[in-house]
């Protein structure tokens, strides 16, 4: 079965500081991969996803991912953070090879310090 | 278009209780699903479906049932509500494969 392991429960960056948030996923052909994010109290957003082609892959909100297949890893990076990105940010992968369920990593904590 | 949409937004249950969690979508999606959301656990599936007619398990299908009538609603009943169903429930869809899953904004239920 499919799983998603994200090691990070919770990181803490300062504004405008880079961002790497790490995504390892078990799966044994091309999986199909997403990052959304959820604001508290919110539902999720989808900020890039994953199907095949170049494996660096832009998003939204200036977020981009690379599929490392090598490392079974889609991490999600960002340059410059800025304080509305804090935030949790959930991995998944579409499971058995399709997008229509999707297996969820436990998600990352994301705080800004000003 | 409105999207996904899901009611109530938030419910509150006696153990032992039934109740259904409404579902909809206006995009003609063929698969919807449905996701749990606990601290901690990130989201886990519960049940889908892959058009109107056509539903399937989940990885937590334990007391909650489905049903697909129609292309626009996939509600999720609950017969017996448990503490342990306490959660935040997501709905989804999707239009086909591959293509990402549109969320819902949430019903917060609580069991007591």
């Known amino acids: 079965a499919q799983s998603v392991t994200q090691p990070d429960i919770h990181i803490t960056v300062s504004e405008g500081a880079s961002l790497e948030l790490r995504c390892n996923y078990s799966?044994?052909?091309?999986?199909?991969l997403f990052w959304y994010v959820q604001s508290p109290g919110q539902g999720l957003q989808l900020l890039l996803k994953?199907?095949?082609?170049?494996?660096l892959v832009q998003g939204i909100k200036g977020f981009e991912a690379e599929f490392k297949r090598s490392q079974s890893s889609f991490n999600l990076r960002k340059p410059s953070v800025h304080w509305s990105d804090a935030a949790e940010y959930f991995c998944?992968?579409?499971?058995?090879?399709?997008?229509?369920?999707?297996?969820f990593g436990k998600g990352t904590k994301l705080t800004v310090n000003p | 278009n409105a999207g996904v949409t899901q009611t109530p937004k938030f419910q509150v249950l006696k153990t032992g209780q039934s109740m259904t969690l409404q579902c909809a979508q206006d995009?003609?999606?063929?698969?919807m699903s449905w996701y749990r959301q606990d601290p901690g656990m990130g989201l886990r599936l519960i049940h889908y479906s892959v058009g109107a007619g056509i539903t399937d398990q989940g990885e937590v299908p334990n007391g909650y049932n489905v049903s697909r009538s129609t292309t626009e609603d996939f509600p999720l009943r609950l017969l017996s509500a448990a503490p342990s169903q306490t959660s935040v429930y997501f709905c989804?869809?999707?239009?086909?494969?591959?293509?990402?899953?549109?969320f819902g904004p949430g019903t917060r239920l609580t069991v007591t």
């Open positions: 998944a992968v579409g499971a058995q090879g399709g997008s229509e369920k999707l297996v």
């Open positions: 799966y044994g052909a091309t999986p199909y």
């Open positions: 989804a869809s999707t239009p086909n494969n591959p293509y990402e899953q549109y």
């Open positions: 995009m003609n999606h063929e698969y």
């Open positions: 994953y199907f095949s082609g170049d494996t």
